[in-house]
């Protein structure tokens, strides 16, 4: 694995709008068929927009309270995510790192994509 990891997403090649995750249906900002995309990656670099602490999740695990962060990657797509460690404000720049994560049913452990402040 990279560290940072990277994000696999897309770009229109009519309007270079990168997107993440792929979609599926299309371009959102032009209307291009997905057919046209190009793999895009993507560096789980950025910058905080906003951050939001969860005190009561549905789920045993994370445990709370955990941080979630709005993110805006280096190449343009926003994600949401747990950013973890102490300091997080927005305009704080993260960088991405893998989790283990739950098993799915055949006992493949899962990871989980988690942003941390970086200097
Ligand atoms: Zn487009």
Known sequence: MTD???????????????????????????????????????????????????????????????????IELVGGPVVKAIVVGGGVVVGSAVEGFLVPDEEDDDGNVMVDLRFRVVQ
Do not use: N
């Open 4 to 70: 940072p990891p990277i994000m696999v997403g897309h770009r229109c090649v009519t309007c270079k709008r990168v997107a993440f995750p792929p979609d599926p249906y299309g371009c959102e900002k032009c209307g291009s068929p997905a057919s046209t995309f190009e793999h895009w990656d993507l560096e789980a670099r950025g910058s905080v927009q906003a951050v939001a602490t969860v005190h009561r999740h549905h789920r045993p695990t994370p445990v709370t309270p955990f941080m979630v962060g709005v």
